[in-house]
């Protein structure tokens, strides 16, 4: 293990994913069912890809796929493997922050690779980018090809890791844009409670000059509310130039069973506990497809974008 150094100020892209390809396949977080792990295989192979499952991904250590040493291990055993032209990960869940200190991030910034995945692996896709210097991509895993998805999804991902075009430019007409704006800077971002638990580590992000993209699933209100308010605190928020919220999957108020009738649950709902807690200026939008609805647009960490909000939804350019 090395130690961490910051060089998110100059990220680089890695090289594209070439047409037939290798991808290796890691689960850094829960373990897959064997299902998923055939019909994530299928997918890839259906589109031209060859694909390899690192052994790792049929651990069990209770909910995790292996113990932390072999997840790490797993990692570096793809960026290490000249044949692999880019890593997937297989599922996310919980774990992936135990992995952050036992990578060797000398030796992955020597072997840059499109590296993918979302949710849970958010604190891997802002420790390799951080720490190594190049874009990482939050974009779909095993789990997304093993359920019901939209095929934007895909078009987005291999049009995204894939592309030498020096622009990508992607329209959202389904995002809701509560501040029009537009805005020009770096892309970062990831799931919320990640990006609050990377606050204060040798891993951590910064919210100066980027466009903020959030995320979460499986979440109440209150504690939204509270890790917002924290990031705020925190000044996360100084210095963003626009906000893209995804769409909120599963999110209940928390106090159900202690609600009287005609009472508001929490008090506040999900857009203007958002509001509260994000600088009053910045063009700001909800639902955009980047959480854990069938449609998730690939987003590359580290590279500059363009992005404008407006009654049209989103659109946003992606430059390399």
């Not at 509270?226 to 000044?235: F, K, M, P």
Request: charged share 20%; with cysteine; glycine share 10%.
């Amino acid at each position: 293990m090395t130690s961490p150094k910051n060089a998110q100020s100059s990220l680089v892209y890695p090289p594209p994913l070439k047409a037939g390809g290798t991808i290796g396949i890691v689960s850094p977080a829960r373990w897959s069912k064997p299902d998923w792990l055939v019909k994530g295989k299928a997918f890839l192979e259906a589109r031209g890809y060859q694909v390899v499952i690192h052994a790792q991904n049929y651990l069990k250590d209770g909910q995790l796929a292996g113990h932390d040493a072999a997840r790490a291990e797993a990692i570096m055993d793809m960026f290490a493997d000249a044949t692999i032209d880019a890593i997937f990960c297989a599922r996310g869940g919980t774990g992936s922050m135990r992995l952050l200190d036992k990578l060797d991030y000398r030796f992955i910034k020597q072997n840059p690779k499109p590296f993918v995945g979302f949710s849970d692996i958010t604190a891997l896709l802002q420790a390799i980018s951080a720490q190594c210097g190049f874009v990482t991509f939050h974009g779909p895993m095993f789990w997304n090809f093993a359920h019901d998805y939209d095929e934007r999804m895909s078009e987005d991902l291999f049009q995204i890791i894939g592309t030498k075009n020096a622009r990508v430019n992607l329209k959202f007409p389904e995002a809701e844009t509560v501040r029009a704006g537009t805005a020009k800077a770096r892309i970062t971002g990831g799931n919320l409670a990640l990006l609050q638990s990377l606050v204060g580590t040798p891993y951590d992000w910064s919210g100066k000059d980027v466009i903020l993209f959030i995320e979460d699933v499986d979440e109440v209100l209150y504690r939204l509310d509270r890790e917002l308010n924290h990031l705020r605190l925190a000044g996360k928020f100084e210095g963003v130039r626009a906000v893209i919220v995804g769409e909120m999957v599963d999110i209940g108020d928390g106090e159900t069973g202690f609600m009287r009738a005609g009472e508001q649950p929490y008090g506040s709902d999900l857009k203007q506990i958002f509001v509260r807690h994000l600088p009053p200026e910045v063009p700001i939008c909800f639902n955009f497809p980047c959480g854990h609805g069938r449609y998730l647009t690939t987003l590359p960490i580290g590279s500059c974008g363009e992005l404008t909000l407006s009654d049209n939804g989103a659109e946003l350019t992606i430059i390399r």
